[in-house]
């Protein structure tokens, strides 16, 4: 027993590091550390498969997929259409509060993609105002039920397997309605910080483009400032790139040369300012550089070529339009447009052609693009239907008649024969990276408890706040799980942090139901950085926000809720 501790220890250690160090793919990573634990005989092969087939797990991609047809409702178009109305916050209110309705029930991915488009092309209220708002209504939203949030059921699934009774579908909600209530209160506190690129017109969109220069261009041979591209304006040149070499911080007296590409950080608008310039080519490819007008697009979250450079996936081939530009927040990117690694919420600038609007891929690969509505509606009876059978099956699933995973197969297989879903939607939606990191979870979990590295792990904690008690221990495992949510990802904090709590709970022999909660709302709290939630990432772009915005927001956001959920939890779940 005390080798497999060492060998765990290290594989835990191992994981740990490149979570927090690396860009690595936690799919990857977890993937990778449940099967060296097979290789080195910690686990048996049919104990770490059958992780992978957990009802809660099955439960969550079920929700996902069967999602499809929720969003194609008539229920979100009239959410959207809700927003036209009232003051600013009067509209703020009833996005937070259907958002964190609907995100209560279905994946809140999904909410928030359904709503960039119409709240990015509203005419009453700045976007920037209210993208940030979605996102974090749809996270408290996800506190409400057990179906709320995908660490819900992934906290119900550790649960269940360490031995205790599942949560029920109501458990989470008295403590989430008044997260979601204090956390509402905050945001529209908070919105006078938020950025207002509505009514801010010296505000410079910070794009990334480039140009190249061309050969026989009078720019050759002449310096950065005799050609006069140091004082442009809104347009900052931050580097040239020559061949496989970079130059950055460049200086008046750079001199230019034939195929040079150079690197523009600023106002999108300042594209033609640049066309002025003899052979400095804004987009490369003629046929493209006739188009009549520049199309704004944002990566959606089930893009294919995610983690892909657009040189890699051959962007102009496969959309038939050139990226001339790129934005990410107000990230500084770095090196050739080409070789950049696409985010899920990136906001690209495209020359299209003609057939790109005609492509039928758009809507899986982009959440916005300007001028097109990219959703695929459903009739008023086909929506009733959808939302119809959705109500019946967790209601059904609600009081114990028919299982939710049982009945949520029957309505998906209901849905894929009417054909209100496909085949090929459901396949480039399918939650691949979120099955191998759940079920890598749960088996590495069970193996720390089964092992008796968590009690170990416990009593080394039990030493530094046995004199808090377990309110104290509470405590720690909330902030810790908060901290890991922000800096990693919600679903591998909660796994990182569920054996501990519980191994903590049963050190102090008390009820581990408290420390199982704070790890579930703990693993929900990610508002200060863009990037430890998927739709903080999303609106990012979509809503010209710096990660101050986030921060100035968040923060208060993020210790309002934290007092309030601390508060509730021991209430509802005493000790």
């Keep these: 027993m005390l080798v497999d501790q060492i060998i765990l220890t290290g594989i835990m250690l191992a994981l740990v590091v490149c979570l927090f160090g690396t860009r690595l793919n936690p799919a990857w990573l977890f993937v990778s550390a449940i099967g060296i634990s097979y290789l080195t005989g910690l686990i048996e092969l049919e104990s770490m498969l059958v992780n992978y087939a957990n009802p809660s797990l099955i439960t969550l991609v079920l929700l996902i997929l069967v999602s499809i047809a929720i969003e194609k409702t008539t229920l979100v178009q009239k959410l959207a259409s809700t927003l036209a109305s009232g003051s600013l916050s009067k509209s703020v209110m009833k996005l937070g509060l259907s958002t964190a309705f609907l995100s209560s029930f279905t994946n809140n991915t999904a909410v928030v993609a359904s709503l960039i488009s119409t709240i990015k092309e509203s005419q009453t209220h700045s976007p920037s105002k209210l993208l940030l708002p979605l996102s974090y209504t749809a996270i408290l939203g996800g506190t409400l039920t057990l179906i709320g949030t995908s660490t819900n059921l992934i906290v119900n699934g550790f649960a269940v397997d360490a031995g205790m009774a599942p949560l029920g579908f109501f458990d989470f909600t008295l403590v989430g309605i008044g997260a979601l209530l204090v956390g509402l209160l905050t945001i529209l506190l908070l919105l006078k910080f938020l950025p207002d690129h509505g009514t801010e017109s010296e505000e410079v969109v910070p794009f990334y483009l480039e140009g190249k220069v061309a050969f026989g261009s009078k720019l050759i041979g002449r310096t950065v400032e005799e050609n006069g591209l140091r004082d442009l304006k809104d347009l900052f040149l931050a580097e040239i790139i020559r061949g496989e070499r970079r130059i950055c911080a460049v200086t008046p007296q750079q001199e230019i040369r034939q195929g040079d590409v150079l690197l523009f950080v600023g106002d999108i608008k300042s594209v033609p300012l640049l066309r002025q310039f003899d052979g400095l080519q804004v987009v490369h490819d003629k046929h493209e550089k006739d188009a009549e007008h520049l199309v704004e697009v944002v ?271 021991p209430l509802v779940f005493p000790f």
């Design 299 to 569: 990566v959606s979250q089930s893009s294919k070529y995610i983690g892909k450079t657009i040189k890699e996936i051959r962007f102009r081939e496969q959309f038939h339009a050139a990226v001339i530009a790129i934005r990410r927040g107000h990230d500084r990117l770095q090196g050739g447009l080409g070789k950049v690694k696409l985010q899920a919420g990136d906001s690209l600038i495209l020359a299209p052609s003609s057939d790109f609007y005609e492509l039928p891929d758009l809507k899986r690969e982009f959440v916005y693009i300007s001028g097109l509505d990219l959703q695929t509606h459903l009739t008023q009876k086909q929506s009733n239907h959808v939302l119809l059978g959705f109500a019946a099956v967790i209601g059904l699933g609600i009081f114990d008649i028919v299982p939710l995973v049982k009945g949520l197969m029957v309505l998906l297989l209901a849905l894929v024969a009417l054909g209100t879903i496909k085949v090929n939607e459901m396949k480039r939606r399918f939650p691949i990276e979120l099955l191998a990191i759940v079920g890598s979870a749960i088996g590495l979990a069970k193996l720390m408890i089964d092992t008796g590295l968590a009690s170990k792990l416990s009593d080394a904690l039990f030493l530094l706040l046995g004199d808090f008690g377990p309110y104290g221990a509470f405590i720690a495992i909330f902030v810790m799980t908060v901290v890991f949510t922000e800096l990693i990802t919600n679903n591998a904090a909660a796994a990182l942090s569920f054996p501990v709590a519980y191994a903590l709970a049963v050190g102090f022999g008390v009820d581990p139901l408290p420390f199982i909660m704070a790890v579930a709302f703990g693993a929900s709290a990610s508002f200060i950085s863009p990037f430890g939630y998927q739709t903080n990432l999303m609106v990012y772009s979509a809503g010209n926000y710096r990660i101050r915005d986030y921060v100035t927001v968040g923060v208060p956001l993020s210790i309002i809720y934290s007092i309030t959920v601390l508060t509730l939890i």
